[in-house]
């Protein structure tokens, strides 16, 4: 059973084009983050949220506490946003997911 | 220079071998955590340490042991590495309170176990 499931698993995109990466969970939670782990293996902070909507750059997460669920926006991406995409959430314990895997080709 | 350092950053051993993870911080976070990471598998946690006296174990602890030598240091060991013990390993750290779910990681450790 997982307790966070993203959607899609994989995902090619164009440069240029809009790119929507969902989570949904099933716990109560305090908070959920979003990560970027890069080709080389390396995890970045990208957001931490408990509510509402984070604007950084072209990236945009969003969150609805009572649907259980998250989104990562990338506007206008480019192939060097071409990482996987972690979703953890935080509620008795730490829950990932097991990580959007999106490829922006030039 | 890195927040979060792992050492080493690729490591084979032998079935059998005991094997020492290092992590070392400068950020001055109190809360360090070991996860594991495996191919199509999400980050798993197996140990950790809110300050210098406190280990927990995680959902994964079996076959492992950690030690926190100083705020900025915790080391994840393989007394009896196996096989199924070759994975990614990541090292955590977090502040206390409600930006403690913000976690740094390091750049990981990929351990191969033959």
């Known amino acids: 059973k997982n307790e966070v499931e993203q959607s899609p698993q994989n995902l090619t995109a164009q440069e240029g084009e809009f790119i929507t990466i969902n989570c949904s969970y099933s716990?109560?939670?305090?908070?959920l983050h979003w990560l970027q782990q890069h080709p080389g293996g390396g995890i970045v902070s990208l957001f931490m949220?408990?509510?509402g909507k984070k604007k950084h750059g072209r990236l945009i997460a969003t969150i609805n506490i009572q649907e259980k669920h998250s989104s990562l926006h990338i506007t206008a991406s480019h192939p060097r946003d071409s990482a996987v995409y972690i979703c953890?959430?935080?509620?008795?314990?730490?829950?990932f997911g097991t990580g959007t895997s999106l490829t922006v080709i030039p | 220079d890195a927040d979060v350092t792992q050492t080493p950053r690729n490591r084979i051993t032998k079935t059998g071998k005991r094997i020492m993870l290092e992590c070392s911080q400068t950020?001055?976070?109190?809360?360090m955590y070991w996860y594991r990471q495996d191919p199509g598998l999400g980050l798993r946690l197996i140990y950790y340490?809110?300050?210098?006296?406190?280990?927990n174990k995680g959902e994964i602890s079996d076959g492992y042991s950690v030690s926190r030598q100083a705020q900025a240091k915790f080391s994840l060991s393989l007394e009896s590495a196996i096989p199924n013990q070759t994975a990614l390993y990541f090292c955590?750290?977090?502040?206390?309170?409600?930006?403690?779910?913000?976690?740094?990681f390091g750049p990981g450790t990929r351990l191969t176990v033959l």
């Open positions: 953890a959430v935080i509620g008795n314990q730490f829950y």
């Open positions: 716990v109560g939670i305090s908070a």
């Open positions: 955590a750290t977090s502040v206390p309170g409600l930006a403690a779910h913000e976690q740094f």
């Open positions: 949220l408990s509510s």
């Open positions: 950020k001055g976070h109190d809360r």
């Open positions: 340490s809110f300050d210098v006296k406190d280990i």
